[in-house]
T-cell receptor, first 108, second 120 residues
Framework: DAKTTQPTSMDCAEGRAANLPCNHS???????VYWYRQIHSQGPQYIIH???NNETNEMASLIITEDRKSSTLILPHATLRDTAVYYC?????????FGAGTQVVVTP | EAGVAQSPRYKIIEKRQSVAFWCNPI?????LYWYQQILGQGPKLLIQ????????DSQLPKDRFSAERLKGVDSTLKIQPAKLEDSAVYLC??????????????????FGPGTRLTVL
């Protein structure tokens, strides 16, 4: 499975949109982009996934570039409860491989 | 729908002792995973079961770690004897479908709260 690159950390103001970037330049055609997050002292939680089209659900939106080499997770109105480590994972027909993720801190 | 249950939530032992963790996946989920998460790192897969059979245990330190899922439902992970470097959070996850995972909604993994192990 392709590897991903994410910033180590980022801050976001409460109520504003949080845009989390992820680079996956070696992604292949059958690999999906998955996002999970992990709130302190909890297990990872599924957020969203996509192949090539942009996706939206009740938690977030996922924007994948046309060449699929990068993506952005958008939390439209960040709340303090969104403070967590966010993992971007590229996966084909196999297991999830977590990197270190991005520590997002939402501040009042 | 009840989530993935794990127990205990916390465990402190001395090195060379034994310890066991228990996981009850979401009802009806065919696939069960055990992960190890060392502080500051992402979770690392230790073992994957489909029903009661092992699919992938390539990252499991088999000289000291063992896991079973005898009836294809709940599972136990054991460490015997424990080392200092085994201090970590042990996460259990389950997935509805069996077989290879792809991009379907039923391929989503649901995680339990984890067991925090401290080896002194």
């Amino acid at each position: 499975d392709a590897k991903t690159t994410q910033p180590t950390s980022m801050d976001c103001a409460e109520g504003r949109a949080a845009n989390l970037p992820c680079n996956h330049s070696t992604i292949s055609g059958n690999e999906y982009v998955y996002w999970y997050r992990q709130i302190h002292s909890q297990g990872p939680q599924y957020i969203i996934h996509g192949l090539k089209n942009n996706e939206t659900n009740e938690m977030a939106s996922l924007i994948i570039t046309e060449d699929r080499k990068s993506s952005t997770l958008i939390l439209p109105h960040a709340t303090l409860r969104d403070t967590a480590v966010y993992y971007c994972i590229v996966r084909g027909w196999g297991k999830l491989q977590f990197g270190a993720g991005t520590q997002v801190v939402v501040t009042p | 729908e009840a989530g993935v249950a794990q127990s205990p939530r916390y465990k402190i032992i001395e090195k060379r002792q034994s310890v066991a963790f228990w996981c009850n996946p979401i009802s009806g989920h065919a696939t069960l995973y055990w992960y190890q998460q060392i502080l500051g790192q992402g979770p690392k897969l230790l073992i994957q079961f489909q029903n009661n059979g092992v699919v992938d245990d390539s990252q499991l330190p088999k000289d000291r770690f063992s896991a079973e899922r005898l009836k294809g439902v709940d599972s136990t992970l054991k460490i015997q004897p424990a080392k200092l470097e085994d201090s970590a959070v042990y996460l259990c996850a389950s997935r509805e479908r069996g077989g290879l995972a792809g991009g379907m909604s039923t391929d989503t993994q649901y995680f339990g709260p984890g067991t925090r192990l401290t080896v002194l």
